[in-house]
């Protein structure tokens, strides 16, 4: 027996389906005897009502949406921040959407507008940002992953970049590296302000100017070939170079590999060094990474209460969380070479 719609339970209690839609959600311009006739109905056919329907008419989704545009395959960090805010969602009885696609002015309001979602997450933050802008200046209930370089009344979390590159600066220093190169994401992500990579690179000019030793930078696209190319060009620049900080987890072994065919033996030679990994990347390579871990899972849920709370509690202060960094060293650094 196929299930019953509202329109079955209309024809059945010989009303309108608006009539039935206002019953269902319990408006009060119903006649109690018309009332009565339709809830008998519904009971007698076992209608049930479709719960997000029910939410739409009541001006309420119950929806929240993580916006994360993706131009390339989902990596591990993404999907660690779906599994984490998805939880939470199902946790407080919210509906949870995914957006990966990249939006425009009028594609984000009408998220609003179309009353699909009520209020969303914004990941891939930059210093200057337009979504977050657009969504200050209309009022609309929203949180970061990240953050932009006014933010004092946003709610947001983010990882401590800065505090990060400190961290593995300060571990490899400690084992005795005086040379160490710097993997910065490419060129027009720094000139365009993203966050996470100008907070990372500020840091560590800042560390090793602060240590009297020399800046060695190249970029990278973070795939192997391009941290393969990166790596090579730092040791061909600065042969006696000991060590490398990548700013990101992926195209680590073609790091390794640059060392490798370079003449040089992770550890024992040269030290490889991530301040923003995933922990199933770090674990992924040979020798084991020593490297900052992104808590992905954990952020994705704080955003995700952050962002329910905003829409149910109107005294709700703005909330900032700055993730603490969390070192974990393993088998890819080494004292420096005597």
Known sequence: MKDNSIIDIARASRVSVSTV????????????????????VIRRMGYVPHPHAQRLASGTSDTIALVYPVTGAADYILLDFILGASAVAEQKRFFFNLVTRSLSRDDLRSIYRSRHVDGVILMEIYLADWRVDL?????????????????????????DFNGAVTAVIDHLFGLGHRRIGFIQPPAPLMAEGYGPAVRQTEAYVRCVKDRGLPELIAQSDFSYVGSYRATTALLNAEPHMTAVVSSG???????????????????????VVSSSCAERV???????????????????????????????DRSYEPEQVLRPPVLVVRSSTAPAPG
């Open 135 to 159: 969504l200050r200046r209309a009022g609309l209930p929203f949180v970061m992953i990240g953050r932009t370089s006014d933010c004092d009344d946003l709610c947001y979390v983010d990882p």
């Open 282 to 312: 770090a674990m992924s390579v040979t020798p084991a990474l020593t490297a900052v871990t992104i808590e992905s899972a954990l952020m994705g849920s704080i955003a995700a209460r952050m962002l329910i709370r905003l829409l149910k």
């Open 249 to 271: 987890g992926d195209g680590v072994a073609g790091i390794i590999e640059a060392a490798h065919d370079a003449g040089r033996r992770v550890p024992e030679d040269f030290s």
């Open 21 to 40: 839609s206002r019953v269902v959600n319990n408006r009060s311009d119903v006649s109690e005897a018309t009332r009565k006739r339709v809830l008998g």
